[in-house]
């Protein structure tokens, strides 16, 4: 089996608790108003949870995005958030702000990747970068840290996040058509993420979507043979539930994940364990030994040349 395989993601997953807890008593300072979190993949979602966590206070942006308007930067502290440090819009991204941008920090495994160069701070996540995996530790990592410099508290019991996930991971099903994941604020990073690890560990469809867009969109194209699951963190007005429970009634497949914890960081910890204990077991039962993008061929070959 290739470094990466299902077993050594489970594994990863299981060691998170106890990694994140000794990284949320790293002092990391607040980011100043208006700053901007970037990333790509996995990162964007933990830069749009830092929008939600700073309540608006921050801004999210993909890194094409902000290269084509690099003038949204000036003045403005700008978080890179790039495990490798390599992708190609995060640099190119970085070399545009580079003397607009009050400063540039990247956070990244990759201490003297081709981001960090541009940087005028490192943020070091404590990993050791490896290529072609689908990323779980280095996910929760990077978005413990945006969490952080947000302004919101990462303290959290993650063991009993973890605990409760476990006993959450079978709320979540996948279709054999479409799998949507929902949610609303903080947990659309959760529901992004969860629909990106379908498509790299299982390589069936899914999308994410937030609660109140998806009765007003892709409601109208939902099949049989799809699902709906939807997050019930960050729902106060438990949208999740009432819609899985009117989907059900029209006889499609839906199901509300509950919402667990005593922070927001312990309940957004939470859903994203949800979401990567789900799609792991999923694997599982379909008899994989790697994420099915490793076995891409020229669809990976395409997304390689995109992405590095």
Known sequence: MREGGIDALRA????QPAVLTTFARTRIPKASKGAIFVGAGDSYAAALAGFYASQGRCIALDPYGLASSPGIARGLEVYFVSVSGKTA??????????????????LTSVEKSPLARLA?????????YQPRTSGMLSFSLSLLAVLKLSGLDGTSDFDLAMRNAKKDRGTP????????????????????????????????????????EFSHLELFSLAKDDEVDAFSCFDPSGTAEKLA????????????????????????????????????????RAGLQEPKFLSAGSRLEASDSMIY
């Open 12 to 15: 990863e997953v299981e060691e």
């Open 89 to 106: 819009s995060n640099v190119a991204a970085a070399r545009k702000v580079k003397g607009i941008a009050k400063s540039i920090t990247a």
């Open 120 to 128: 005028d701070r490192v943020f070091p996540l404590p990993l050791e």
């Open 173 to 212: 099903e996948l279709g054999k058509g479409t799998t949507y994941f929902l949610a609303n604020s903080m947990g659309y990073a959760a529901a992004l993420y969860t629909a990106a690890k379908a498509y790299e560990i299982l390589g069936v469809k899914a999308h994410a979507e937030l609660l109140e």
């Open 245 to 284: 429970a009117a989907l059900r009634k029209g006889g499609y497949s839906s199901r509300a994940i509950p919402s667990r914890g005593r922070t927001r960081a312990e309940r957004i910890f939470h859903s994203v364990f949800v979401g990567q204990l789900c799609v792991l077991e999923a694997a599982s």
